[in-house]
């Protein structure tokens, strides 16, 4: 929960809602509870952040209980999920991907984040520490974390005006 404090998703407003139950019918209900109470944040607005423990996600991606996880999920303006496998990285990546049809971006530093930032739509690998391979499977490589800003407002903006250009071009041409 710290790295995401440190990383201003999570603010000291928000209302935290933590699933951390190994138990499928525990989280069944949490997962239910917290769809309840983050709609009514939402209506009053208060910011809300859903964090859930990967002993709570083995039974969350489960196909009978991943719509409950999606529904609560995609309200609260933050989710976390800590000490997860690299599967489930993967398998929450398919989940926004495959059931919201949203664009997906996944950011990893090690070998564990190769199989998320495959299954993204854009994956980014910053090399480290950890080693190589996140950046070797990435669609995009950079060095340090800093240079994430940079590659996604400076050069996306820069990429999305190359192909706007590009369509332009394509339908005002002369047959």
């Known amino acids: 929960i710290n790295i ?5 998703v999570l603010t000291n407003d928000m209302e935290l809602i933590t699933i951390t139950s190994e138990d499928l019918q525990e989280v069944k209900s949490n997962l239910i509870n917290c769809a309840d109470r983050v ?4 209506a009053s607005g208060k910011p809300t952040a859903l964090v859930i ?12 209980l991943e719509d409950d996880l999606l529904a609560a999920g995609w309200l609260c303006n933050a989710v976390v999920c800590c000490r997860v ?10 989940l926004v991907k495959d059931k919201k049809g949203k664009i997906t971006l996944a950011i990893g ?3 564990n984040d190769v199989s998320m930032i495959q299954a993204a739509h ?10 190589m391979q996140a950046a070797l499977s990435a669609d995009y490589a950079i060095a340090q974390f800093r240079f994430l800003e940079r ?7 820069w990429s999305y005006r190359r192909i ?10 002369k047959h």
């Open 164 to 173: 706007t250009g590009l369509v332009v071009y394509f339908f005002l041409q």
């Open 151 to 157: 590659l996604l407002l400076v050069h996306g903006t």
């Open 109 to 111: 530093d090690g070998a």
């Open 122 to 131: 854009v994956g980014v690998g910053i090399r480290g520490l950890e080693g």
């Open 85 to 94: 496998s690299p599967t489930q990285k993967m398998l929450v990546t398919k």
């Open 4 to 8: 995401g404090y440190a990383c201003a």
């Open 53 to 64: 423990t990967g002993g709570a996600l083995v039974h969350a991606l489960k196909p009978e």
């Open 39 to 42: 709609s009514k944040n939402v």
